[in-house]
DNA sequence: CGTTCTCTTGACTCATCTCAAATCTGGTGG
DNA sequence: CCACCAGATTTGAGATGAGTCAAGAGAACG
């Protein structure tokens, strides 16, 4: 069920970590880097595990590092909807605030940079940067979620499947800068039921549609996980959007 | 199909505005404000007009005063998705983005206290107070956009309905603050058009649920406009959310 | 008092859900 | 290496909630 879990790296210096451009240090220089760094560490979290439970006490805040992880909110009679997908980079919990709106799921195995709550939030409250770079990515996070809700309140099934596969695509794609020579080739990160979740369908519907997808052409399913897109113009005008797409993620 | 326009009180004075301590400014201290009064004029909408238009250079940046507005995205083919709704003290815009990504409607009239944008850039990016309190706005329309999400995504047409009732009725009661003795009494401020395109649903669908619950005696109906409802508890049931309710608005 | 717009209601269709079963997969223990 | 098991995925058949199309009832306006 679990892989050797990576080992925490608990003396990577800012300077070589992987998301130093992208993450809430991006705009921090030097001196200020040195202030994060004696504050951070690193920590692990399994597939599956919760990293924080909706209306408990947040005891997580920092930096997804590496792996993938869902935010979700559940009905009392348990139906679920997830509402964030926070890639390395993006930010867990909200500084300021006690307890959690949401639950945190790792996806993945997930490794967080985590901070010193108390200490975290006096730096950003006195360093421009830090809060300079939380505006941008919140306000990234909200066009997301917006996009996101077009999907929910709009879109037909089909419609949500090619447009969650074009995001993972676009995610893929930036990541590993692969060429487009035959296509794209990628990983679904996601298990049925998180795709479910994600884009408020039962996880029958989604295999439904990933299979009419297959049928029509639009994709090739290597195995269930692995996905290959012959055209991915084809692909985009599935999703519904305007053809150049826009900004989706 | 029109009233006169409020007269553009192009000479308030911060410290006299309404919304002085809710929106953008909350967090300035007088000598900030005297900039932000320099760089600042009203401008009305009325109900109806597009303040901004997605795809389009904005041109409008600053804070609803008065009215409701609403953001949407649209497909190609149409269909309509309201995104966020803007009330007094909320901001439009988003400073350092050169075009929108939806429309943004005057449901209402609207009156904007707008400002300068390559001014009042720069003014945020030299006052962190500026920038603290766009911060935690943006952080409160985050929440509120996940919220939505779960809506979108999860309920029936019936919660969805009993829900917008249910934030409509929250709001009505923190404005006025109406003792609450034989239930609650509100005006719906928006058309059946806008409920639909609010919640993901039809017209027809609204209007056929609004029925319904005035059938079930949870809603009684004054005039198409106005609501009744006799029993706060058992709207907040069909709601469909956890009966105390947590923030949905 | 028509005209027009908003809202309601009815009849029918269809996309998605529900319930159920079959298939596939990776992991386990013998 | 193989049989078996639990979870993930696919597929089928039927039910149903919401959409579509169409018409009628109110309400606002000139």
Not at 83 to 97: A, Q, T
Not at 157 to 163: G, L
Not at 186 to 205: C, H, K, N, V, W
Request: aromatic share 6%; charged share 25%; net charge neutral.
């Amino acid at each position: 069920m679990k892989h050797a879990p990576l080992i925490a790296q608990n003396h990577m210096r800012c300077a070589d970590c992987p998301i130093r451009h992208k993450a809430v240090c991006a705009y921090c220089e030097p001196p200020e880097l040195a202030k994060l760094d004696a504050m951070k560490s690193y920590r692990t979290f399994q597939a599956g595990e919760t990293i924080v439970w909706a209306g408990e006490e947040v005891d997580v805040l920092g930096s997804v590092v590496s792996g993938v992880a869902t935010l979700s909110r559940t009905l009392p009679d348990g139906r679920r909807q997830m509402v964030g997908l926070l890639l390395p980079s993006d930010f867990v919990g909200r500084p300021g605030r006690r307890t959690a709106p949401y639950d945190v799921v790792a996806a993945n195995e997930v490794m967080i940079c985590q901070f010193i709550k108390p200490k975290f939030e006096t730096l950003v409250s006195k360093t421009p940067a830090l809060e300079r770079r939380l505006l941008d990515m919140t306000l990234d996070e909200l066009d997301a979620a917006r996009e996101w809700m077009l999907l929910l309140g709009r879109k037909t099934a089909r419609e949500k499947i090619a447009s969650l596969l074009v995001i993972i695509a676009r995610r893929d794609a930036a990541l590993n800068s692969t060429t487009v020579g035959d296509g794209l080739r990628f990983a679904l990160p996601l298990t049925r039921e998180a795709m479910s979740d994600y884009l408020g369908l039962t996880i029958e519907t989604v295999s439904r549609q990933i299979s009419a997808l297959k049928k029509s052409g639009i994709i090739v399913l290597e195995d269930s996980r692995h996905v290959h897109v012959p055209d991915y113009g084809a692909l985009l005008d599935e999703a519904g959007d305007d053809s150049d797409g826009g900004f989706i993620s």
